[in-house]
């Protein structure tokens, strides 16, 4: 599904990102990103949602090159591919179910399509009954819920995750973790980028750890606190 | 940190280290997303949702979208202010350069055979477009009424005591000295009068004139432009979140922008109409009045331009430039944001 050799970033004043990186991760998988700030696990995020261009290396996205995409191009992976970040990032002045339906509109669904689908991830993430309840009028759990709901609403066959747990309380964040397990297990490969110790060690997932933009570790069912191993 | 758990599950994956592969910097790949998917494109389906977000930014934005209409429409009232002015003063002008002509005095020892292959000659010049002969009774006559000679002393004289003369109107007033000075070569003309200093300050007041309303209209669109960017760009930032939102979840850039153009074009039109409506309703009007006043008696006679002449000239192109401004600042103010 994703597949990054020799992949580095430098930016342009001079920090490094990611350095050297060389990943391979399956399609259906789950893997955790894990490492401190500044480790590069955002610029990895960045590079695969093309936030960023590499400096050197290649990504490659379901068997695409996606080094090369040109900006106009950046949407149409975009849509590939469901996002869910830290801070939610709903539309404010749409309601829950105008965000999720949001995410279908822009790749020109058919209105009956929209119908379908919207309610049924809505009902996936347990959030049928707020749909039309404004972001502010929700919990933040419930945001997060309707992010998720959006990010699979076209069935995307790759999720990334920005911290999704990281502006929740620890039931709220198992409740989500619960919800990407069960997208998961439905074949959509998950990439996690998290500081969540106790989620990725209750886990047991693949867990790819960063430290100064590279990979010091990578073990199929790891923890968390096996990142400091090589400290 | 418990480094005998750590270390058994430190064991080298199987997803470790995949067979490295030299990167070098490769073309650009021929096959692209954009390639197939065409939503970048405008799209008649999503009419409805580009007005549906285009009223919505003009009312949730009140105010801003009111503020950049009267903006659009000051400008603009200006710059047709200006065009109204300036067509008018040519207008003027044109009307006053035909009016001001020459007059040829002709030799007393002329016979009426000469007189008039005078005339022919005169005639047969490239800028000329008329000549009239004004024989001495009617030059005194003319003479006579311009001064106001109510006790017939001028009419008591003989008509002799004038010149035959002719009247030469010319057909381009900036070429009034070539033509007088091949006319004074010619045989049998005696004298020349021409109103010289009338006709250099016509000219150059022409020329200022057109010239001034010109450097205005442009000065006042630039102006209009860079207020109108700035305005959408308060509105633009107000959504910067929701536009990197929609970046993220794969929306093109111009499916942001459609909404944002046609809130452009609307503020355009609207600051157009405004003041196209205004001045053309009472335009006549004013001008009607200007004729009327007696503050300045020469208005009575002067040939201005009607409402209809000028408002189908200046109407479109106002509408023309309010919508420019319009779109012109939306794209500009948006730009910044687009590049997620």
């Known amino acids: 599904m994703i597949r990054i050799n020799n992949a580095t970033k430098i930016y342009d004043n001079g920090a490094r990102g990611i350095q050297d990186v060389t990943l391979n991760i399956e399609k259906g998988e789950f893997a955790f990103i894990v490492g401190s700030s500044g480790s590069g696990k955002s610029t990895l995020i960045k590079l695969l949602l093309k936030e960023v261009d590499l400096t050197e290396g290649e990504i490659f996205i379901n068997d695409e090159n996606i080094t090369y995409f040109s900006r106009k191009d950046t949407p149409f992976l975009r849509r590939k591919m469901g996002v869910v970040f830290q801070d939610f990032r709903l539309l404010p002045n749409k309601t829950v179910y105008e965000n999720v339906a949001f995410a279908m509109q822009i790749t020109d669904a058919a209105n009956r399509e929209i119908r379908r689908n919207v309610p049924m991830v809505l009902s996936m993430v347990g959030l049928q009954k707020k749909s039309k309840a404004y972001p502010n009028q929700l919990s933040g759990g419930e945001q997060q819920r309707c992010a998720l709901a959006r990010a699979i609403v076209n069935n995307p066959p790759l999720l990334i995750c920005d911290e999704p747990t990281g502006n929740l309380d620890p039931d709220t964040a198992w409740d989500i973790m619960n919800l990407l397990n069960e997208i998961n297990d439905r074949g959509t490969t998950i990439v996690m980028a998290t500081h969540a110790w106790d989620i990725v060690d209750g886990m047991k997932k693949r867990v790819i750890a960063l430290k100064n933009g590279f990979v010091v570790r990578d073990v199929e069912r790891g923890g968390y606190s096996d990142e400091f191993y090589n400290d | ?340």
């Open chain 2, 1 to 340: 940190m418990n480094s005998t758990t750590t270390k058994k599950s430190t064991k080298p994956a199987k997803h470790i280290k995949p067979p490295k592969i030299k990167s070098p910097r490769q073309p650009k790949q021929q096959k692209s997303y954009s390639t197939n998917y065409k939503s970048g494109d405008f799209k008649f389906r999503n009419i409805k949702y580009y007005l549906a977000e285009t009223f919505r930014n003009i009312v949730r934005n009140k105010i801003m979208s009111l503020t950049s209409v009267a903006t659009v429409a000051a400008c603009l009232f200006i710059v047709i202010f200006s065009y109204a002015i300036g067509s008018n003063v040519n207008h003027v002008l044109s009307y006053l350069e035909t009016s001001v002509g020459i007059t040829v005095f002709v030799d007393d020892e002329l016979d009426v055979q000469q007189v008039d292959q005078l005339y022919h000659e005169i005639l047969d010049m490239g800028n000329v477009t008329a000549v009239t002969f004004i024989p001495p009774q009617e030059a005194l006559e003319n003479l006579a009424e311009a001064l106001g000679d109510t006790h017939g002393i001028l009419m008591s004289l003989e008509p002799d005591t004038l010149r035959r003369s002719f009247t030469v109107e010319l057909a381009d007033i900036r070429e009034q000295r070539e033509t007088v000075e091949y006319i004074a070569e010619l045989f049998g003309v005696h004298s020349i009068s021409e109103a010289a200093g009338v006709t250099d300050t016509l000219i150059t007041l022409n020329n200022f004139v057109f010239a001034f309303s010109f450097i205005v209209m442009l000065i006042l669109g630039i102006l209009a432009i860079v207020i109108i960017t700035n305005t959408i760009k308060l509105t633009v930032n107000n959504r910067r979140n929701e536009i990197i939102i929609m970046k993220y979840v794969g929306a093109t850039d111009w499916f942001i922008k459609w909404p944002f153009v046609i809130e452009g074009i609307v503020i355009g039109i609207f600051g157009a109409a405004i003041p196209i409506a205004i001045i053309w309703i009472s335009y006549d009007g004013i001008m009607d009045s200007l004729r009327d006043s007696q503050i300045i008696q020469m208005f009575t006679e002067m040939p201005f331009r009607s409402a209809s002449e000028i408002f189908p000239i200046v109407a479109p192109v106002v509408v023309i430039l309010g919508v420019g401004i319009g779109v012109l600042g939306s794209i500009s103010a948006m730009r910044k944001y687009l590049s997620v």
